[in-house]
Nanobody, 126 residues
């Protein structure tokens, strides 16, 4: 079983930056790809970004393109989400997730991800 643990969330002003980290343990080395999702109060959990372990190919939802960067450290089973120029609408609990195999992981289909972390809160204030 893959275990995921997010960290790095916090309170930041509009235009600020944060870097989220996700530590994977367990059978993570067999994970095909990793994703970041977020959930704001009263809203559905939505896809933010994903990266493939083997070749660093990444995908983003349109609203974060050019501001967020997902990256991975294969040697240490870590995944990161660097977030710049943060906006109030980025406020949410951010979750990392593991996709075990090929499929629609790059489209952010939640059912493609079988392991989830507990989440870390990101709050962007004016």
């Amino acid at each position: 079983q893959v275990r995921l643990f997010e960290s790095g969330g916090g309170l930041v002003q509009i235009g600020g930056s944060l870097r989220l980290s996700c530590a994977a343990s367990g059978r993570a080395f067999r994970s095909f790809a990793m994703g970041w999702f977020r959930q704001a109060p009263g809203k559905e959990r939505e896809f933010v970004a994903a990266v493939r372990w083997d070749d660093d190919v990444s995908y983003y939802t349109d609203s974060v393109k050019g501001r967020f960067t997902i990256s991975r450290d294969n040697a240490n089973n870590m995944v990161y989400l660097a977030m710049n120029n943060l906006k109030p609408e980025d406020t949410a609990v951010y979750y990392c997730a593991s996709a075990p195999s090929r499929g629609l992981w790059y489209k952010g289909v939640r059912q493609e991800y079988d392991s989830w972390g507990q989440g870390t809160q990101v709050t962007v204030s004016s």
